[in-house]
């Protein structure tokens, strides 16, 4: 049918109050606005949800795409039990993503390790608890991983993904999961914390500005001095948006513990 909602989500498990404890109030703008992209993410109603995570099992040389049935998650490692989390995946777009992928020539695989569940990790979990603790109907997801091919690679995938939203009758939404920089305080040097300030800012300001081609064009050096986390997950939503017409509004950025959070949410319109 339709994609229906896009945003990138940082995913701190600090923000979650039974992890964070006080010092979740030093991520409160952070807070507020993931409470507001959720109420904006109901409003669209989406079917489905892919969420492109940092996080997830990432191989180098191809794109990760999630075939199986059950997901499962909680936030154990972070010492707590308080959340779990239980899915169902949209195994019929995972396979069409899988299927369009390969056939344009993008190397992906559609994973499947034959355990009951797959488990879901934080950099997806943060996005949904947010997302979802007020949703009244079962969502259906397609977990996604990113690889270390090209920026151009990343970008066509997210164009394979909005082929395939244009094909199903299912309302669909994206949330590209990512921190920005994580040498905002404690940097190894210098020119890491220089560089870490810059790429927020840019990342910002070309976002806002629609400039993908900036954010494609980013130096491998700089972006390794920058120590960013969200770049390949922004560059396949990027993909899914080319062609689209859509306004960005920065819903929150911080950086309290050095490393850069930032909320956005993509407001999307008719096709250009």
């Not at 940097?187 to 840019?202: H, I, M, R, V, W």
Request: proline share 5%; aromatic share 12%; net charge negative.
């Amino acid at each position: 049918m339709a994609l229906v909602f896009a945003a990138l989500s940082p995913h701190p498990p600090v923000l979650l109050p039974k992890i964070g404890g006080p010092q979740t109030e030093q991520v409160k703008k952070t807070v507020r606005a993931l409470n507001k992209l959720a109420q904006n993410f109901n409003q669209s109603q989406p079917n489905t949800l892919l969420i492109i995570s940092p996080h997830a099992l990432v191989y180098p040389d191809r794109m990760n795409v999630c075939g199986m049935k059950s997901l499962q998650g909680d936030f154990s490692a972070f010492g707590t039990d308080s959340y779990l989390f239980h899915f169902e995946n949209d195994q019929e777009l995972a396979f069409e993503i899988d299927q369009e992928a390969n056939q344009a020539g993008i190397n992906t695989l559609l994973y499947d390790n034959g355990a009951p569940f797959y488990t879901l990790d934080h950099g997806t979990l943060v996005p949904l608890y947010f997302l979802t603790q007020h949703l009244k109907y079962k969502l259906k997801l397609v977990p996604i991983a990113y690889s270390f091919q090209d920026e151009q690679t990343h970008f066509r995938f997210g164009q394979v993904i909005q082929k395939v939203i244009q094909k199903t009758n299912k309302r669909v939404a994206v949330v590209a999961s990512g921190d920005l920089s994580h040498y905002l305080s404690a940097s190894p040097s210098q020119e890491q914390y220089q560089a870490g300030l810059e790429f927020d800012q840019k990342i910002q300001e070309y976002l806002k500005k629609q400039n993908i081609q900036a954010i494609l064009d980013f130096d491998e050096e700089f972006l390794e001095q920058a120590g960013e986390c969200g770049y390949r997950s922004i560059l396949i939503l990027l993909g899914i948006l080319s062609g689209l017409k859509w306004e960005t509004e920065i819903l929150s950025y911080e950086c309290p513990f050095g490393v850069g959070y930032l909320v956005a949410q993509f407001h999307l319109g008719a096709k250009r």
